[in-house]
């Protein structure tokens, strides 16, 4: 077994092409392939604004199959702690065994997140799209640009939070890293007006997006709305978009549909896409330029099977991480 820590991952992984299209294929083979991905367990610990969330999936053909726990504990920034951690434990997909402990306090969460927005935009977007707009302020809204422009031209950015220091240091420091302007707006309809891709990443539980914001053309990536509490999206939009999820059988239940649902502006008895379907030629994405098209990611096993294999294979060509032997893999040795 390899115990590879946050240090390792980050220097094994960095969001590149080759972690969209890891992702992108996990898309693929959930709409394909007879993929084994059990419903989210979550765990609530309201009092604290906080959850737990364990997702794992086995993804056939694939060596090994991931479990993560994710906790996300949302006031922990005015303690100046980080929202997110958590890790993930990889596992033989033939024996069982455990392969590799990663300890990467959520990096690997945030990298797979970021690569399903720019596998979104990668098919769902106009091609020429240059300007983004992002309506969060955290970690994942600058990985959220920084995997646009691996896929689209962007040229420029803007950037809204309701926290606006906030949102002013993290567009500051966005313009400096990624090299195109970046702007902090007052709003969040002044963020939108105008952008060829839209991002939410926040864990609003009230729309932060509203549906006359809206114009023909426009790509949104919805990304927050991971819970049954969460919603980020005027369920209004979904008179006007064409709409697809990541898993329709989450979404159904805590993604931006479910609300839609519940308001009466999406019916329960639809069926919608999948991004893997689309991927695949299986459903229609955007099908004209004017079409608004809207990402519903709730986030899925697959996507942690697939980085996880990923970060693996990535360590052990480097020769990183610690070995660890078990009494397992001591098995039939002399």
């Known amino acids: ?3 590879l820590t946050e240090a390792d991952l980050r220097a094994s992984v960095p969001l590149d092409l080759a972690a969209v299209d890891c992702v992108e294929d996990a898309f693929v083979a959930l709409a394909t392939k007879a993929v084994a991905m059990p419903p989210i367990l979550r765990l609530d610990i309201p009092e604290y604004r906080g959850e737990v969330d364990v997702k ?3 993804i ?3 060596d090994g199959f991931a479990i993560k726990v994710s906790p996300g504990f949302f006031d922990n920034p005015r303690l100046g702690l980080p929202s997110l951690n958590g890790l993930m434990v990889l596992f033989s997909s033939r ?3 455990v392969e590799a402990l990663l300890l990467d306090n959520g990096y690997l969460t945030q990298v797979r997140t970021a690569a399903a927005g720019a596998v979104a935009a990668r098919h769902l977007s106009r ?8 309506l969060g302020a955290g970690e994942q809204a600058g990985m959220q640009m920084e995997a646009l422009k691996l896929v689209r031209p962007i040229e420029e950015a803007r950037l809204w939070a309701r926290d606006s220091g906030r949102a002013q240091a993290a567009a500051w420091e966005l313009a400096a890293r990624l090299g195109i302007p970046v702007r902090a707006v007052a709003s969040g309809q002044a963020a939108c007006e105008g952008a060829d891709i839209i991002v939410t990443a926040t864990p609003a539980e009230s729309p932060i997006l509203m549906a006359d914001w809206l114009k023909p053309g426009q790509h949104v990536t919805a990304m927050g709305s991971d819970a ?3 919603n980020e999206i005027d369920p209004a939009a979904f008179t006007r978009i064409s709409y697809v999820a990541d898993s329709f059988a989450q979404t159904r239940h805590l993604g931006e549909l479910a609300h839609a649902v519940k308001a009466g502006t999406a019916s329960a008895e639809r069926w919608f896409p999948e991004l893997g379907q689309v991927i695949a030629g299986k459903a229609a994405g955007r099908t004209s ?15 942690d099977t697939a980085i996880a294999t990923l970060a693996y294979k ?3 060509a480097a020769g990183a991480g610690q070995v660890f032997e078990t009494t397992a893999s001591r098995k039939g040795r002399p």
Request: aromatic share 2%; hydrophobic share 40%.
């Open 228 to 230: 049954e509490h969460k």
């Open 1 to 3: 077994m390899i115990i």
């Open 56 to 58: 794992t999936a086995y």
């Open 314 to 316: 990535r360590a052990q």
């Open 289 to 303: 330029d004017a079409d608004i098209t809207l990402c519903d990611l709730t986030g899925t096993g697959v996507q």
């Open 60 to 62: 056939p053909g694939i």
């Open 95 to 97: 024996t069982g065994l």
């Open 127 to 134: 091609p020429g799209s240059r300007v983004a707009a992002v």
